[in-house]
């Protein structure tokens, strides 16, 4: 996905972070976040300087009450762009048009319609991407009824309404990789998808290529867990796990050299049955 993704050249993806100073560092704050070239950005809170009456706490704003209108180029200026690729740009550009980056440079010009923001003092640089996260999913969903569950797809459960997404955004987050819990051996297959707070979650998917969770160590083999001793599911040791591995695996290529077998009966016009 790095044609699309993680760094800012023309082109790619428009999800990038406007921070006010050096990412990562103590103190700095991400002041604009764009997924998709559309900016998310919370309504300023309110609050009041009567010393007779406390501030207002602050309130996580229901979803889709605060993504400001999108115009159709974004040039943000005078930053300190981390391009990821081509290196830092001093004094940099970056312009957005149609949900892409258009140009990265100095001295870029837009259309008198563009939003203008000026990033002076702030630097600019590609939205972060969680590469193994739970969120949206539950707390990390585990289909209880087997130690492999393959054919789970994640992406048929997204919470889209999850506070986590606003949280995560709000941390300059743009993309997750998010997958199944690690109750199981072979887990279910991962869901890539995009932060958009407020909106459903079929806007959400990526369409990037799924993978499938392992899990190692402790969690699968379930020796820890509450049930009693005689209804503990299996595996129960490490090289129980292994175990499993093995024969999922092995039981994975006998499934296939079935299949060549009917095919290649099936080429020699003979009346077959199919696998299960």
Avoid at 134 to 147: D, F, K, L, Q
Avoid at 157 to 173: K, N, P, S
Wanted: aromatic letters at 6%; one cysteine or more; a positive charge.
């Amino acid at each position: 996905m790095g044609n699309a993704l993680g760094s800012l050249d023309a082109g790619k993806i428009a999800n990038l972070v406007v921070a006010s100073g050096e990412p990562f560092a103590r103190g700095t704050q991400v002041r604009h976040v764009f997924v998709d070239g559309k900016p998310y950005q919370p309504a300023p809170v309110q609050s009041t300087n009567n010393p007779q009456q406390p501030p207002a706490p602050k309130v996580i704003p229901r979803p889709g009450s605060y993504i400001t209108p999108t115009p159709k180029e974004v040039l943000i200026r005078n930053g300190t762009i981390l391009t990821i690729t081509k290196g830092t740009i001093k004094n940099g550009s970056v312009l957005i048009r149609d949900g892409k980056i258009a140009a990265v440079g100095t001295n870029l010009a837009a259309s008198p319609q563009a939003r203008i923001i000026d990033a002076t003092g702030k630097f600019v640089m590609p939205g972060i991407i969680d590469a193994h996260s739970h969120m949206a999913s539950g707390g990390g969903i585990n289909e209880g009824s087997s130690p492999v569950t393959p054919q789970v797809k994640l992406e048929d459960f997204i919470d889209d309404e999850d506070v986590a997404i606003y949280r995560a955004l709000a941390g300059g987050a743009t993309l997750v990789n998010c997958l199944h819990g690690s109750a199981n051996v072979i887990g279910g297959q991962s869901a890539i998808y995009k932060l958009k707070w407020g909106r459903p979650a079929d806007e959400m998917t990526f369409g990037a290529p799924r993978g499938v969770k392992f899990a190692l160590g402790e969690n699968p083999k379930r020796s820890n867990s509450n049930q009693p001793a005689d209804n503990r599911r299996w595996p129960a040791t490490r090289m129980g796990v292994e175990e499993t591995l093995r024969e999922s695996f092995t039981e994975g290529r006998r499934y296939i050299r079935e299949w060549e077998d009917y095919n290649a009966e099936k080429a020699r016009g003979r009346n077959v049955v199919p696998p299960r």
